[in-house]
């Protein structure tokens, strides 16, 4: 049975590298063996967000990868809270999609970040989820998605 890292390496995807929280909160908040993870958006390599509009000159699959990428920034962030991978459940996610008014395809869009948590975690990626449409997100970007998970100690 392969890690969540083997599975990363055979899916040819790597964690990005935390940018640092846009404002005055931290990436993730611990009690117990819950984290909660801060609501992140789909990032370029170099930092700068997607931006747009699903619906109205973002397609639906262009969102769905943009919810991958941002399953890959909150899977950063639970490394960065747990050391390893191999440790996370995944208990629920919030996914926001900036929308135009009559699309209506939001859990499609979130389905990017869910399929990804499966993917990579297996059973442990599996979760309750809700995913709304919103008329805007903070810098314009496509989605923006929050996780809560769990800590398995051994």
């Known amino acids: ?5 083997q599975k990363l390496k055979e899916l040819g995807l790597v964690l990005p590298v935390y940018a640092g929280p846009a404002a005055n909160y931290v990436p993730f908040k611990r009690h117990g063996d819950v984290i909660y993870l801060s609501g992140q958006g789909p990032r370029r390599p170099d930092g700068s967000y997607i931006t747009g509009k699903v619906g109205a000159g973002v397609s639906l699959e262009e969102a769905y990868g943009h919810a991958r990428l941002v399953a890959l920034g909150l899977l950063g962030v639970a490394k960065m809270a747990a050391g390893d991978l191999g440790k996370i ?3 629920k996610v919030l996914g926001m999609v900036n929308a135009a008014p009559d699309f209506g395809s939001h859990p499609k869009v979130i389905n990017g970040c869910s399929d990804l948590l499966v993917e990579v975690l297996g059973e442990r990626g599996r979760h309750a ?3 709304v449409g919103v008329g805007s997100l903070p810098n314009q970007m496509t989605v923006e998605i929050e996780a809560v998970m769990r800590i398995l100690e051994p």
């Open 1 to 5: 049975m392969s890690t969540p890292e």
């Open 89 to 91: 459940e995944v208990l």
């Open 129 to 131: 989820r809700s995913a």
